[in-house]
C-alpha cells in the first residue's frame, strides 16, 4: 500500500494515475450505453459488433506509430495530448447520427484511447527510473477504479435520461481535474537509451514479454466475456450468482494491483510475474471444479494473480536494454490488446464445438506455459 500512499500524497504521481483512472471512466461511461446506441440507430448485433471492431482497428492503427509520435514530442506531452483528444473523441459515439458515422466515431475514440493507454504507460515508466519509486501496478489499479467508478456513474441515467448529457458530465469533470494536475508530469521527457543495433538476443526478451501479455489480456477478455455463462451452464449456479464470477475477479484485479507495487520492490518484477501466475493457476483448477462457489473463488484468485502481471510487464517492457521505454511499452500494449480481443471468439468457437469446460482448460494450459516463460525471463534478467 505504500504506493498508494505515494499516489495519493504527491500530485507527481497522482496526476499520471488520475490519467489511468479517466481512460476507464470514458470507456466505462461508453460500454452502459451500447445497448442504447443499438436501439437508437436500429443495428443488428452483428452490425454493432462491427462497428466495435472499428474501435479496436482505431487502436490498433495508432500502436505502431505512438512510440515515435511519444520521443519526438516528450511523453508528458504526449500524455496530455492523448487526455484532451479522448475528451473530444469519447462524446462523438454517443452524438452519431447513423451507423457510419458510429463507426467512424469509435474508430477515433479508439484511436485516442490507444495513444492515450502507452503514453501514460510510458510516463509512469520513466517516473519510476527517475524517482526510484514504484508505482506502475497502482496507477493501473487507478485504472480498475475508474471502471467502478463509471459503473457507480451508471445511477444517473434515472436522473438524466440522455446519454450525451450524461458523457459530457463525465468529460467535463473528469477533464477538470486533469486540467488541474496535467502541469505535473507535461515537462517529462524519456530518458535517452544507447540503441543497440537488432538482434534476436535484444528482441527474445521483449518477444516473451509480449507473449505472456497476450495470454494474460487473453485470460482476462475471457473471464469478461465467459464467466457468467460458465457459472449459468457449467457450475448450474442460481441467476443472482451469474455475475458473482466477474464481481470477485474484478475486486481482487483492484485490491491486488494496490498492493503489489510493494511486494514487486521486494522480490522484482519477474518474480512476481511467476507468483501472479501461480495464484491464477490454483484459481484456473478452483474454477474447473465447476463447484459454483469455488469457481467464484477460482475467479478471485484468478483476478488477483492477473493483476499483478500486466503492470509489471509494462514495467519490464520499458526497462528492456538498447530499446526506448515507449517501444517497448508499445509492444506491450499491441500484443496484450491483441489477446484480449483474440482470445475470447476463439474460445467462443471451441466451447460451441465441444464445452467451456474445454476453453477454461486451454487458459490454464496457458498459464502454465506463462509461468514457464517467466523461469526464461529470470535468466535472461540475470
Partial sequence: MKSLFLILSNPRYFAPAWVFASLNIWFGTWAIYIPTVKENLGIDKSQLGIAIFFLSLGVFVVFPVAAKIINKIGVGKATWYGVLLSSITALLPLMAPNYYALMGALFLFGASNGFTDISMNTLVTELEKEDKQNFMSSAHGFFSLGGVLAGLGSFLILFLGNPVLHMGIVVVLVFIINLLLYRNYIHIVAAPVEKEPFSLKLFKPLLVIGLVSFVVMGGEGAIVDWSGLFLKEISLAPETLWGAGFLAFSITMTLGRFLGDGISQKIGSVKIVGLGTIIAIFGYLAVLSAHTYLAIVGFGCIGLGFSVIIPELFRIGGNVKGIESSKGVAFIAGTGYSGFLVAPPILGF?????????????????????????????????
Fill in 350 to 382: 471451441l466451447a460451441d464445438s465441444s464445452s467451456l469446460e474445454l476453453s477454461f482448460s486451454v487458459l490454464l494450459a496457458c498459464a502454465i506455459l506463462v509461468l514457464f516463460a517467466t523461469l526464461f525471463l529470470g535468466r535472461s534478467k540475470a
